[in-house]
């Protein structure tokens, strides 16, 4: 690699220090830490939201999936733009009307102590994982790609975006996954159009050919259980995974928190609903350009695909932008996950077991808490490198899904139903992990359908258990923590717009409608290149 690529990388890394420390200078307490005072424009945040859900291993490995397999892939995230509907229309008004920092608040609020624990250590077992996945696999490329050692690359990753967060908080997440995101795209607009001249096509020319080969073939109906990326598996499991993500997730719900109004909110969920799908299906087709560039050539992993590309095909500069588009695809991915664990740990935890009653925790205390996630993180990296439980990683990564679905049906019981209480919930949720797991385990379902599995089971033993649980909250209590009671509350004071727009939950605008309709059209768009 060329002194020129390394220098690129350097400039990559003293911007984003630059914009850490310019963000955050200003910042007096845990609302500056973790909200921004609610004062973000909403566009970085739609960039925010879209940088965070698209890490370096889509980056990399998703070319690399639609190699091998073709567009198939695009359907793990054709359920997106639904699950954004279901927060615009209903849960993102509740949460933001009430004005809190953690969403396992709002669990406190209105069921208990027992289901708020149970939802914040799913939060904090996915996070983990997924963090640590999002720093091993870029790191082990970019190692592959340069050469240098990994000893080397997971504290640059991980101690950089530490700084960077440690110094701006949340409004160095959202300044950096900004620019991260836009880095990215450059990344990927780079390489499909030097494919693309390596193939002495024209777009469509190169788009007919890719489609003899089926590798823009995207819509299996098939009813196979067993199998991930069907109609069904996505339609059904996809949308209770993705909901649980963009509605009850900690990470994305503090982001769209930070806007200035909830219209704001709304406007950046819509943005971030586009460039998410439309960033990751052209990752996709990447790998599809990258089969016809090759000619259907065989590598010995999937992430070699793009690597390969990389090294062989493009120029000296390009090579630095793009290793610096694997970076900002991780950091971007690591920096939300680390503030938004640091907001739970000193909202959840710290101010509820270990503050004074009733005081919120100091910048100084956010701020020492987000360094030993760091720390920890960086720790369990290391482990994972060692190798001693890098297999462990790998295999409990694969049971992520399990807790997706109990809390997403957790979430759903406590803001769709009055009869869902602490108790009940708490043991729905159990019941749910359980049963999603021996579910799996038996019919040997895809992890896409877990999700659905889990949330179903927990929904429905859950409201049996409330049944006969006693509740600890009296009804009006219960009911305005509810988003049909909420909505009837603020109607009955009169509080039903900001900002020149409905802020109840249940206001269909032209937000819904946009979001709905992007995600009905990407059927037609699949369909009509499939079978035309």
């Avoid at 695809?329 to 503050?355: H, R």
């Avoid at 109607?491 to 206001?507: K, V, W, Y």
Wanted: with cysteine; glycine share 8%; hydrophobic share 50%.
């Amino acid at each position: 690699m060329s002194g020129i690529d390394v220098a690129v990388i350097a400039g990559y890394f003293v911007l984003m220090l630059a914009v850490g420390y310019l963000t955050g200078k200003d910042n007096q307490d845990t609302d500056d830490y973790f909200l921004a005072k609610r004062s973000m424009p909403w566009i970085p945040i739609a960039l925010s939201v879209a940088a965070t859900m698209i890490s370096a291993n889509g980056f990399i490995g998703g070319p690399g999936w639609a190699y091998t397999d073709g567009m198939y892939p695009v359907m793990a995230n054709i359920a997106v733009p639904f699950a954004i509907f279901v927060a615009l229309y209903i849960t993102t008004p509740v949460i933001y009307q009430l004005q809190v920092t953690s969403v396992y608040q709002y669990m406190e609020k209105r069921l208990g102590n027992k289901t708020r624990i149970l939802a914040i250590i799913q939060f904090f077992v996915n996070s983990l994982i997924q963090v640590s996945s999002m720093v091993y696999i870029p790191v082990l490329i970019i190692h592959t790609i340069t050469g240098w050692p990994i000893q080397v690359l997971t504290p640059i990753v991980v101690v950089i975006t530490l700084i960077y967060t440690l110094m701006g908080g949340i409004k160095a997440v959202i300044w950096t996954d900004t620019i991260q995101m836009i880095v990215v795209i450059g990344g990927v607009f780079l390489v499909v159009v030097t494919a693309i001249k390596g193939l002495d096509l024209g777009f469509f020319e190169t788009l007919s050919q890719a489609k003899a080969t089926g590798k823009l073939d995207a819509l299996d109906f098939r009813t196979d259980v067993t199998i991930t990326n069907t109609f069904w598996a996505t339609l059904i499991g996809g949308s209770f995974m993705w909901i649980r993500y963009f509605c009850f997730d900690q990470a994305q719900v503090q982001r769209v928190l930070t806007a200035k109004s909830l219209r704001q909110t709304k406007n950046s969920f819509v943005v971030s609903a586009f460039i998410m799908n439309i960033v990751y299906y052209f990752m996709l087709f990447v790998g599809v350009l990258l089969f016809l560039f090759f000619g259907g050539r065989e590598f010995t992993d999937s992430n070699t695909v793009m690597i390969t590309f990389i090294l062989e095909e493009l120029p000296v500069g390009i090579i630095g932008l793009i290793i610096a588009g694997v970076f900002a695809a991780a950091m971007s991915s690591i920096d939300s996950l680390m503030n938004s664990m640091a907001a739970v740990f000193t909202k959840d935890i710290y101010e509820y077991y270990f503050a004074k009653e009733g005081k919120e925790a100091s910048l100084k205390v956010s701020q020492i808490i987000t360094l030993v996630i760091g720390a920890v993180i960086t720790v369990i990296i290391y482990i994972g490198f060692n190798g001693t439980v890098a297999s462990i990683i790998d295999v409990v990564g694969n049971y992520i899904s399990y807790f997706a679905g109990p809390a997403a049906g957790a979430f759903m019981l406590a803001m769709f139903t009055r009869k869902a209480n602490d108790n009940g919930t708490a043991i729905g949720f159990v019941i749910g992990l359980a049963g999603g797991f021996g579910i799996a385990s038996v019919w040997h379902t895809s992890w896409l359908w877990n999700p659905a599995i889990g949330a179903i089971i927990t929904i429905i033993t859950g409201y049996m258990a409330s049944c006969f649980c006693k509740s600890n909250r009296s009804g009006e209590e219960t009911e305005q923590y509810t988003a049909l009671g909420m909505r009837r509350k603020m109607i009955r004071e009169g509080n039903t717009h900001q900002d020149g727009a409905s802020i109840l939950p249940f206001s269909f605008g032209w937000q819904e409608g946009i979001v709905l309709a992007f995600f009905l059209i990407q059927y037609v768009v699949l369909a009509l290149i499939q079978y035309m």
